[in-house]
């Protein structure tokens, strides 16, 4: 499940004894290059987080890879001219990650491991080629932003909450013996974060940093959260940042204000004012005004993100993106103060564009931002900008993880690094295409996308996996997912489809589904099944559905209101609203923004719409999937359902992945795992495969990690 803004996103055994994974028994055309394969997902590599130097001629990027002794993704920065010469990484250091160029470009911070292995704040000096670390702290930075005069940065840390818990005396243990652990008291409304687990009594401030290093000073305090990345005046003597400093902050989860923090006195200013989120502040270059991300809060399931200007005093605020109808993820000033570059989502990919201060779009720059998630095909990416107007940013490709793009006009753009080259270019991938219908339920227009396998016969006709995203405010493109390839090579065709309550499609279509969640959504994802089967390739008898997250609400919805899936793989889900609202980690916006009101104040909205209530009519075989450690849909959802389609004699299984979030695939061998299951599931379901389908290994379980 994901928020629309400020969110609060099994081992690896394979389960036949030849290495591929269990398939459907299809013959595809003879092909000189291998599919792609489970252990190349440990192969892959691709940028993130591209950082341009203020004048231009360089670029700093992390170069993540699946690093397969750890078992964890990986970060190290590289720099490389804009022309695309002299490629090379910053320092030998394995995980080192949030490149920030100093004004002037001649130094570059980021976030690298001390010598006790501890995040520290590094800079790195361009012209000498000399690292240091400037700081000893006690936690993780976050979010850096250095100061115009280039003297100082600022940056995010966790520190103990100044509210003193309550106080409990208890005897200490007799010498050698052993006594329980002590109990723990919790007295917060989020007291625990999926990713995070149970939250420590700390909140994030925001703190400053000479340049070249010393002491770090904490400018904000009391018990607020302070995420968001500062932005500096253009004098260095005050910050700007976004906070949720309201004493209720709890129970209004999306108030953010942008304030202004004097460093003189440390004094805080209030610059914003109103009922939704303010965020994301960035000062223009002569400090006249600031830029933000927000909207007025109307209580609604989605509610299009926009940017706003207002003075430096926080007057005169107004939105420039209110006609665009579409949500703005980012937005960095023009160096000659006159308009802004921004990113938005429009139909499954990000935009970069440049906006002038009448909110006119005077260019589309870019047009294939994403990849940001190389699992699965989320809307995912980032950009920066340097003063010449050049910029560098993720460019998305169905076929490969995101490379380095950089241009300084519309439709130059060129890529400067792929970092997945050497392995795909020796693998055969499944062809995506493009997919437009309509919807049985209204007429509207609905996107999606297939993935036909490799070596795909039109003549032939192929099992189908529904595969939906999660969120449900979140959207699907036309980007590279190691899972949906998985799926590909095993011998499927693959659908994923972006229906209604998907972002990147305008306001309404969006919130069709606020408070009617699930609702015609289904039909969306029917009709986008029924134009595929309309092609003539796909087995209408050999159909499959999977999902996670919201697509684990809706894949639960579609076994109890169809039976025209042959099995589900269910990953994560939503069962029953009112347990999830009430065992959620946010359960403040969830019950807010989701429900007209409390869950004993509207028993029935909550109980109709919940997939637990139709689970009399459940036919399909359905796996259960869930993290252990899931703190967003917690477990007990999962198996609620497993529960009752065993009471009910459904054919059901359920994988409990031990120590596995929300983010059930993050590490490689999970996200192999659960292509595994999902497909050993599948085939034991397959009527018409000519071969025996591989069984799941109940023998063996799933370690611990």
């Not at 939704?276 to 007025?296: C, E, K, M, T």
């Not at 109980?607 to 869930?626: D, E, F, I």
Request: glycine share 8%; hydrophobic share 40%.
């Amino acid at each position: 499940m994901k928020k629309n803004i400020g969110a609060v996103s099994a081992a690896c055994v394979l389960l036949s004894a030849h290495p591929a994974i269990a398939a459907p028994a299809i013959a595809a055309p003879a092909i000189s290059k291998p599919f792609f394969k489970p252990l190349d997902v440990f192969e892959l590599s691709w940028v993130a987080d591209p950082e341009i130097a203020p004048d231009g001629r360089r670029i700093a990027f992390v170069r993540m890879r699946m690093d397969i002794r750890s078992d964890h993704p990986r970060g190290a920065i590289w720099l490389i001219d804009a022309n695309g010469e002299h490629a090379e990484p910053l320092s030998s250091a394995s995980d080192t990650s949030s490149p920030h160029w100093s004004p002037d470009g001649e130094r570059l911070a980021y976030v690298g491991r001390g010598e006790d292995d501890s995040p520290q704040l590094f800079v790195y000096w361009t012209r000498s080629h000399v690292t240091s670390a400037i700081t000893h702290l006690t936690d993780a930075p976050a979010s850096l932003a250095w100061s115009p005069d280039g003297r100082w940065i600022a940056f995010t840390m966790p520190v103990p909450m100044e509210r003193k818990p309550l106080k409990v005396e208890l005897p200490e243990a007799p010498k050698e013996a052993h006594w329980a652990a002590p109990p723990k008291l919790i007295d917060r409304m989020v007291y625990r974060v999926d990713g995070k687990g149970y939250l420590p009594n700390a909140y994030r401030q925001v703190f400053v940093v000479a340049a070249d290093g010393g002491p770090a000073r904490q400018v904000t305090h009391g018990d607020f959260e302070h995420d968001d990345a500062p932005s500096w005046s253009a004098d260095s003597r005050s910050l700007i940042i976004s906070a949720n400093r309201h004493e209720d902050a709890d129970f209004r989860p999306l108030d953010s204000e942008i304030y202004r923090v004097d460093l003189a006195d440390e004094s805080i200013h209030a610059l914003t004012d109103r009922r939704g989120p303010d965020s994301d502040p960035v000062v223009s270059p002569d400090g006249r005004h600031i830029a933000y991300l927000g909207f007025d809060d109307q209580v609604q399931g989605h509610q299009n993100v926009e940017l706003y200007v207002m003075d430096a005093d926080g007057g005169h605020s107004h939105s420039l993106t209110a006609a665009l109808d579409r949500d703005v993820v980012r937005a960095r000033w023009r160096a000659d103060n006159k308009a802004l570059f921004v990113m938005y989502e429009d139909h499954g990919v990000l935009k970069l564009a440049s906006i002038d201060l009448k909110g006119d779009v005077q260019q589309v720059l870019a047009s294939d931002i994403g990849g940001g998630d190389v699992t699965r095909p989320y809307t995912a990416g980032s950009f920066s900008v340097a003063k010449d107007g050049r910029f560098a940013y993720m460019q998305g490709s169905p076929y490969a993880p995101p490379a380095l793009a950089t241009g300084i006009r519309a439709g130059e753009a060129r890529t400067i690094t792929a970092a997945s080259e050497n392995l795909l270019a020796e693998r055969t991938l499944g062809h995506l295409e493009t997919i437009d219908f309509v919807s049985s339920a209204d007429r509207w227009k609905v996107q999606g996308w297939i993935i036909t396998p490799p070596g795909f016969d039109s003549k032939k006709r192929y099992p189908l996996v529904l595969e939906i995203h999660g969120g449900p405010f979140a959207s699907y493109g036309p980007t590279f997912a190691a899972e949906l390839e998985l799926y590909a090579a095993a011998g499927y065709a693959v659908l994923y489809v972006n229906p209604r309550g998907s972002t990147g499609y305008g306001q309404r279509f969006a919130n069709a589904i606020h408070h009617d969640y699930p609702g015609h959504d289904f039909d969306d994802l029917m009709s986008g099944v029924d134009a595929v089967l309309a092609r003539g390739y796909v087995d209408p008898q050999r159909l499959f559905v999977a999902g996670g997250s919201g697509g684990g609400v809706l894949s639960s919805w579609i076994v109890g209101h169809t039976d025209r899936f042959r099995a589900a793989v269910v990953v994560k889900p939503v069962i029953n609203w009112t347990s999830f609202v009430l065992t959620a980690d946010i359960t403040s916006y969830f019950y807010r923004y989701g429900f007209a009101a409390l869950p004993w104040d509207d028993l029935e909205a909550y109980w109709k719409h919940s997939p637990l209530a139709y689970a009399g009519h459940v036919t399909t075989p359905t796996m259960l999937m869930t993290g252990e450690t899931d703190y967003r849909t917690p477990s007990s959802e999962a198996e609620q359902f497993y529960e009752a389609l065993k009471l009910r004699k459904v054919d059901t299984a359920l994988v409990r992945v031990p120590n596995a979030s929300h983010d059930i695939s993050a590490r490689p061998s999970l996200l192999i795992a659960k292509v595994s299951y999902t497909l050993a599931w599948f085939a034991a379901h397959d009527a018409k495969r000519d071969t025996p389908p591989a069984e799941i290994n109940t023998a063996r379980s799933m370690p611990a990690r």
